[in-house]
């Protein structure tokens, strides 16, 4: 591979899933969280979109070190240590507010929503930070 070539892949890497998760988790605010099967599923999603960030985090890291691109593994870094770390705090929170749901605390459905904001607007900071570097990364080569 070129070195361009590896930037472009180590951001097409990170950036499928941050899309993805992007166009999926607005669908659920047209939906009302007090229905478990919804709520579940947004929990899962929101799961499954921390452990793809880890290993496309990790994966890109390593491939950027590889490539001697030291400046940008430690950017590339940071989102694989949010999506590890993040993922233990974010899910306790939002296992909590579905067992205060469950136990018909009446507000858990507002707090949840809340929650529900706070994981799209991180992850669609994070994605405009990741596509602002694509210029300086594949300068860097």
Same mark, same amino acid.
């Given at each position: $591979?070129?070195?361009d070539?590896?930037?472009?892949?180590?951001?097409?890497?990170?950036?499928?899933?941050?899309?993805? %998760?992007t166009?999926?988790?607005?669908?659920?605010?047209?939906?009302?969280?007090?229905?478990?099967p =919804?709520a579940?599923l947004l929990?899962?999603? %929101?799961?499954?979109?921390?452990?793809?960030?880890? =290993?496309? #985090?990790? =994966?890109?890291?390593?491939?950027?070190?590889l490539?001697?691109r030291?400046?940008?593994?430690?950017g590339?870094?940071?989102?694989?240590?949010?999506?590890?770390?993040?993922?233990?705090?974010? $899910?306790?929170?939002?296992?909590?507010q579905?067992?205060?749901?469950?136990?018909?605390?009446?507000?858990?459905?507002r707090r949840l929503?809340?929650?529900?904001?706070?994981g $799209?607007? #991180?992850?669609?900071?994070?994605?405009v930070?990741? =596509?602002?570097s694509?210029p300086?990364?594949?300068?860097t080569?």
């Amino acid at each position: $591979m070129t070195p361009d070539a590896v930037a472009v892949g180590v951001m097409v890497i990170l950036l499928f899933p941050m899309g993805y %998760f992007t166009l999926a988790s607005p669908a659920f605010l047209l939906v009302k969280l007090d229905i478990q099967p =919804v709520a579940q599923l947004l929990r899962g999603m %929101f799961n499954a979109h921390f452990l793809v960030m880890r =290993v496309a #985090g990790v =994966v890109g890291t390593v491939i950027l070190l590889l490539d001697g691109r030291l400046l940008a593994a430690m950017g590339v870094g940071v989102l694989a240590a949010l999506a590890i770390w993040g993922r233990r705090w974010f $899910m306790q929170r939002m296992d909590d507010q579905l067992n205060a749901r469950d136990a018909g605390d009446t507000e858990a459905p507002r707090r949840l929503r809340r929650l529900h904001w706070s994981g $799209m607007l #991180g992850n669609a900071a994070l994605l405009v930070a990741l =596509v602002a570097s694509i210029p300086y990364i594949a300068r860097t080569a």
